[in-house]
């Protein structure tokens, strides 16, 4: 037995004899996390499928000596957890065995999209974290957090890439349903309980790391864009409220977060360096780390360094302010700004060569290397960590107490609007439109005529511009407003038959004329159609409260300053705004 893999021996005298024993190739190895899929079967992919992800599992793990992925995908539990014994298995037959550390999106919620997060599927379901934020509960909030934990541990999850802390200040911004809002007081609040029902009171086996995203705030896009394209590459501070955005981010690592993610933003404007920050030395190394304290994991956002295929659309790496360097100038400028690791990614061979070449030295890699073997050493992984039960995971994922927490804040998330005729009563003749007619008829008759109906139960989400490439699809962005189109086909039925409208508020909607022709408007942010119905016959009480304002039109969206909460002239309905019935 080696020291490394002592248990008995403290944790920094096992890293530094593991440190001493690698190679270069295995220490570059450790600068890169990237993306993996798994068969159905829970059998790990062995054939590239052409398409997106080129290199199969063996090859990302016995030849290009990665140990830190994080799965893309929906699966079952058992599943995952084979899956994840099957890696294991497969890292501990290399050199010297350094456990996989396997991370993931958040998965508990409603929202599928494979660049920001995946529905519950197995998972207990809970409102998204805009939900969260409406109820404003810390308990909450904390119980939510270990929840997830004990999900993932059993599956054998150790980095949640996520909670997602930007402050909703700019209302067009496809992101905003994972953060909680607009209020940087109230984030800061919830992020801690998060970060602690993660985490537990100091990283250990039973911890899952908290990746807190994305430093240094990623609200204020300029035009509402996203910056995972070029054309959101920009950040704008045009209000002064650049300390507003940080108020989050300093809460976190006052909580203790092990891991931290800059994102893709190019500042403009600003005594920051125009590069994204992933590559922004005045920001990692300068704020986070010297000014903000911050001791942890800094791991790029996906895809800084390299173009790749996404859906077999060819994208450019978000590599902004830098696009003129070449792959190794980029690796080498992220890690001169401080970044420990590159999300995404999978090209070792480029560090090989930057220490090679004398540009990078190798004490700096070490130093990165050391963090990244320090947390797989505490999360328990070299020793009783590295393998779960799959009949376990199978018995905790979507347990029914989880389950049951998940749909009770749901219930609780639901914002009352206005209120008209709620609660109702009795089994009223019911016209639905988006919402399953099965669950509705245990509230009411069911008819396909609205005219026949007492009652029209209408959900809708928020508006957005399509956009044509596929993975850009899932980002909803531009107008908040609905087309004129769409608008007088709803506001027909408002006025043939009282309607209650529930808009799922994933952005905030624009949307005064559905709000004075509805008979009773509530939003939603990831709530089933019986929590939904729960609450407007009286079963269940709504108490959640905007977590940012709705705008009265988009030429107010487009007067607002992107980095200043709440900023549209005469919204319809202000931050904070809830009825209780």
Known sequence: MHPYQDPALPVDARVEDLLSRMTLEEKAGQLFHTMLTMNADGTPVTEADGDDLELTTP????????????????????????????????AEGTRLGIPVSLSTDPRHSFTDNIGASFNSGAFSAWPEALGLAAIG??????????????????????????????????????????????DAKLTSELVQ???????????????????????????????????????????????GMRDYHLEPFKAAIAAGCSQMMPYYGQPVGTDWEEVGFGFNKGVITGLLREELGFTGIVCTDWGLLTDAPIFGEMHEARAWGVEHLSVAQRAAKALDAGADQFGGEECP????????????????????????LREKFLLGLFDERRYVDPDEAAETVGRADFTAAGAAAQRRS???????????????????????PAVAAAYGEIVTDPADADLAVLRLRTPYE?????????????SLAFGQEEL?????????????????????????EIAEHAAALIADYGAGDDALLDVAFGRAKAEGRLPFELPRSMAAVAASRPDVPNDTVDPVFPHGHGLEI
């Not at 985490?199 to 204020?220: D, N, R, Y």
């Not at 007088?488 to 005064?512: F, G, K, S």
């Open 414 to 436: 639901l914002t009352v609007l206005t209120d008209g005729p709620l609660p109702l009563s009795g089994r009223p003749r019911l016209y639905v439109e988006n919402v399953d």
């Open 466 to 478: 399509e956009r044509p490439n596929k993975f850009e699809s899932f980002f909803h962005s531009g």
């Open 349 to 372: 061979e480029v560090i090989v060569e930057l220490v090679g070449a004398g540009r990078i030295p190798e004490a700096r890699i070490d130093a990165s290397v050391r963090r990244l």
């Open 137 to 182: 509960d810390p308990e909450l909030v904390f119980r939510f957090a270990d929840t997830v934990r004990r999900e993932y541990l059993s599956v054998g999850f150790r980095t949640a890439l996520h909670p997602q802390i930007d402050l909703a200040t700019e209302p067009r911004w496809s992101r905003q349903t994972g953060t909680f809002g607009s």
């Open 59 to 90: 090859q990302l793990v016995q030849d290009l000596k990665l140990t830190h992925f994080n799965l893309l995908g929906t699966y079952g539990a058992r599943e995952m957890a084979l899956w994840h014994n099957a890696v294991q298995e497969m």
């Open 193 to 239: 309980a998060y970060v602690r029902g993660l985490q537990g009171p100091e990283l250990g086996p039973e911890s899952v790391a908290a990746m807190v995203k994305h430093f240094p705030g990623g609200g204020p896009q300029k035009d509402g864009e996203d910056p995972h394209f070029p054309h959101g590459k920009e950040q704008v501070y045009p209000g």
């Open 488 to 512: 007088d086909r709803i506001l027909a039925l408002l006025t043939a038959t009282p309607t209650v409208v529930c808009v799922n508020l994933e952005r905030p909607a624009v949307l005064p």
